[in-house]
């Protein structure tokens, strides 16, 4: 397995605008899942792209993966201060371990 | 129906102590891993337990030992504990599908200060 890098490392916007994420990895992988954190939740699965889709949503996340850059992204639109968080990205090649970076920590201001 | 659950919540240990941390995994799961966060960074994979064997492991040092239950249960045993080892310590569990990807539940994890 690999860890993705995510960029920027932090993140500061106000509530209701969007929020745009990136992810790099380096080798192939089956599969891609974003990851939040925080204090209140702690750490939840958020969504999974597989290696053959190029774009997921799910309520206001929007994944987009291009494998021939390795690169995904995680956009989250009209954000809430809820969403206060760090966000990773993992890509994954085999079942099992999962391999977490450093995060992206998005803090959003009423 | 109860998610993941980790105890103790928090726990001050001195240098060169052992220290036990438990974990049950969410209701119907059988595959329990375990990870280290240090302040500021990532979760860092330290082992994974299936069927009461360690099946994969992390770049983590024989200090670093786990067993599994016939429940499923989970401990996570850390010996000759340094000031390093002062980390956030989660357990995530899963159900094993034979598929290349099971969705890992965290838990809240145990806060673990070294002195």
């Known amino acids: 397995s690999q860890q993705g890098e995510e960029d920027p490392q932090a993140l500061s916007i106000q509530e209701g605008e969007n929020a745009t994420m990136n992810c790099s990895y380096k080798t192939s992988i089956n599969n891609l899942q974003w990851y939040r954190q925080n204090s209140g939740r702690g750490l939840v699965h958020l969504i999974l792209i597989r290696s053959n889709e190029r774009e997921k949503h799910s309520g206001r996340l929007r994944v987009t993966l291009d494998t021939s850059k390795k690169s995904s992204s995680l956009l989250i639109t009209a954000s809430r201060a809820a969403d206060t968080a760090s966000y990773f990205c993992v890509p994954t090649d085999s079942w099992g371990k999962l391999q977490f970076g450093a995060g992206t920590q998005v803090v959003v201001t009423p | 129906d109860a998610g993941v659950t980790q105890s103790p919540t928090h726990l001050i240990k001195t240098r060169g102590q052992q220290v036990t941390l438990r974990c049950s995994p969410k209701?119907?799961?059988?595959?329990v891993s375990w990870y280290q966060q240090a302040l500021g960074q990532g979760p860092q994979f330290i082992f994974q337990?299936?069927?009461?064997?360690?099946?994969q492991r992390g770049n983590f040092p024989d200090r670093f030992s786990g067993h599994q239950f016939p429940n499923y249960s989970s401990e996570l045993n850390v010996n000759a504990l340094l000031l390093g080892d002062s980390a956030l310590y989660l357990c995530?569990?899963?159900?094993?599908?034979?598929?290349?990807?099971?969705?890992?539940?965290f838990g809240p994890g145990t806060r673990l200060t070294v002195l």
């Open positions: 995530a569990s899963s159900l094993e599908s034979g598929d290349s990807y099971n969705e890992q539940f």
């Open positions: 337990y299936y069927e009461e064997e360690e099946r």
């Open positions: 209701s119907g799961h059988d595959t």
